[in-house]
């Protein structure tokens, strides 16, 4: 008698490495037991990362805040976390993202209806949102991505925008200077607003 491979029980974590897509998440994402997470995915290759701490929480909260009247007066739509599809095995979980216009009860958010994702990065995923991500939205044409750094005492904005195929820096600020810009939309702050009450 011919021995037998013993069977594992089906485990999306292993079973689907390297083949998540869009479709694929919808149907096994979240997954049962896991703490809250984050999940995002780059070439059909889940990424899991923790929720951020008080700090990037706070500065959130701030920032929607900060931006939303503007962005509102220029027809544009502030979110929070929301899946944006980067591509047929890829999508993102920016921190907050611009939307060219509101969208209504929508789960996946397509590139092309993306103004401006807002990554906050941490320790933890500093790699990710400074290098991986930004260059994984100009690869699909979104015109601009913000990237905030909350460090002990201070705090980095740097607004890139896209240009021949690339982000260069459009403006940037620290704690105790002016965010000023006229593009996407028109706004200015102070950085430090950013930070958690002392």
């Known amino acids: 008698m011919a021995a037998t491979a013993p069977e594992h029980p089906f485990d999306p974590l292993i079973d ?4 998540w897509t869009v479709e694929l998440a919808h ?13 995002e995915a780059a070439a059909g ?6 929720r951020e701490g008080s700090a990037n929480s706070w500065a959130t909260a701030t920032l929607i805040a900060v931006l ?8 544009h739509a502030v979110y929070s976390a929301l899946n944006v599809r980067t591509g047929l095995s890829g999508w993102i979980e920016p921190d907050l993202v611009i939307l060219h216009r509101h969208v209504r009860q929508q789960t996946w958010i397509e590139a092309e209806q993306v103004l401006c994702p807002i990554g906050i990065s941490s320790p933890s995923s500093y790699h990710r949102d400074r290098i991986d991500k930004p260059e994984i939205c100009a690869g699909v044409g979104i015109p601009y991505y913000m990237h905030v750094e909350i460090r002990t005492d201070d705090v980095l904005i740097e607004l890139l925008r896209l240009a021949e195929g690339k982000y260069v820096r459009h403006a940037h600020a620290l704690a105790g200077q002016t965010l000023e810009t006229t593009e996407p939309f028109a706004f200015s702050f ?3 607003e950013l930070l958690e009450p002392r």
């Open 16 to 19: 689907l490495d390297g083949l």
């Open 190 to 192: 102070d950085p430090a």
């Open 27 to 39: 149907r096994y994402l979240p997954i049962d037991g896991m703490p809250p997470t984050r999940y």
């Open 68 to 75: 939303h009247p503007h962005a509102h007066a220029a027809g």
């Open 45 to 50: 290759r889940l990424r899991m990362s923790p």
